[in-house]
């Protein structure tokens, strides 16, 4: 007698992802619209008996979607609601965007194991991301499930916001600290020979290690990191641990964006030089003879330009550029652009040379002496100076025929 049971037209069964090669072979099907396997009609079940239970360590459809929002979130995308899992690249905002910029992208796969990839073009991060497995029972997501999802996500969200910044503060004690107990350089230092810098610019600090300490403030001049150089031009931001905080497991973390160094205080710049590095912005100083400000890297401009439009919103800002010909891609000045797109008042100078080798205006001072440097600048500067002349010229004869 054949003991053999047919399925009726769809039995769902519970396979778990390791599984998931198995039973299609023995005839299982993937059905796209209920994210569920099945044994069409005509085949036997009897193969099927281990899968016709729920077991332990299957997926939770909501707690996979939770997930991959959290991991989202916390690479600075913005999403409006909770993410789409369905195999297609979706380009989204992320943190620092402005106008119809979108510099995120994510996938998200949902059929079989839940997984993707998030990238946040601003930061450079990527990743692929993979769903930690728990002990739930595969449910598929309903608008009050849902609803509960976004709701724990948000106030997840807002709970490590809130850590980190705890976190950023007491950083910024411990780097305080140090910055004020550090020695003050004593003659030169490597890395600034190299640059040609002159150390009596600024009342420098090293570390315990003999890396320049430059300290990194927001708009209203409070202290939230430093910038480590060493002599060999190396640099790191926030804390060098020492042994018994290792031992302790001591936490760090070091905020950067909108920070910046300025040897000054803001109120005494007439306006706004600023540049990426420090050798960059210390070489604008000499050539000028104007206070600069540095923002760290390219991925920093635009939050510091905004920090400062919005603090000052009547100072001219020049964004002393990096030109990054030697690069496939021109960093340096395509964040500048970037920094103009969003604030058309900008004024944007780099090394006009067509050289490789010639960076940013430090490069250009070494290389091609300070008197074709300053020459270099100051034209660009007159050069936009009267650019802003004409416009301001063009708009008021408007205003007269009105």
């Not at 009596?200 to 990194?216: C, H, S, V």
């Amino acid at each position: 007698m054949d003991n053999a049971k047919s399925s009726p037209q769809k039995y769902y069964i519970y396979v778990p992802y390791k599984d998931k090669e198995q039973v299609k072979k023995l005839g299982a099907k993937w059905d796209n619209e209920s994210k569920k396997w099945f044994v069409p009609n005509g085949i036997d079940l009897n193969k099927f008996d281990k899968w016709q239970k729920p077991q332990n360590n299957e997926i939770d459809i909501n707690e996979a979607i939770a997930q991959f929002d959290n991991a989202l979130r916390e690479f600075g995308l913005l999403l409006d609601d909770l993410p789409i899992m369905d195999g297609k690249l979706k380009r989204v905002r992320v943190d620092g965007d402005k106008g119809s910029e979108k510099s995120g992208a994510y996938v998200g796969y949902i059929d079989g194991y839940p997984a993707g990839y998030i990238e946040n073009f601003k930061t450079g991060i990527k990743e692929n991301w993979k769903f930690r497995l728990g002990h739930e029972s595969i449910k598929m997501p309903n608008e009050k499930s849902l609803e509960i999802v976004r709701n724990e996500s948000e106030a997840k969200i807002a709970q490590r916001a809130d850590e980190r910044l705890i976190l950023n503060k007491k950083t910024a004690l411990r780097l305080q600290n140090e910055y004020d107990n550090a020695a003050t350089l004593d003659g030169g230092h490597p890395y600034l020979n190299a640059k040609g810098i002159k150390p009596e610019l600024d009342n420098l600090k090293i570390d315990r290690f003999g890396n320049l300490l430059i300290p990194l403030s927001d708009s209203d001049g409070k202290m939230w990191s430093v910038q480590r150089i060493a002599a060999n031009g190396n640099k790191i931001i926030g804390v060098i641990k020492t042994q018994s905080e290792k031992e302790s497991g001591e936490e760090y973390a070091a905020r950067k964006k909108g920070c910046f160094y300025s040897a000054v205080p803001l109120d005494l710049h007439e306006q706004f030089f600023i540049c990426e590095g420090f050798a960059t912005a210390k070489s604008i100083e000499m050539l000028l003879n104007k206070p600069s400000i540095m923002a760290v890297d390219s991925g920093n401009l635009l939050s510091v330009c905004e920090a400062l439009v919005q603090k000052y919103p009547h100072k001219q800002i020049t964004i002393c550029a990096d030109n990054d010909l030697k690069n496939e891609v021109n960093t340096g000045l395509n964040a500048a652009m970037k920094c103009k797109n969003e604030y058309p008042q900008i004024n944007i100078i780099k090394p006009s040379m067509a050289d490789p080798n010639i960076s940013d205006f430090n490069d250009l001072m070494r290389l091609k002496g300070e008197i074709v440097a300053k020459a270099d600048i100051k034209s660009q500067l007159v050069a936009a100076k009267n650019k802003t002349k004409d416009k301001d010229m063009n708009t008021e004869s408007k205003l007269v025929r009105r």
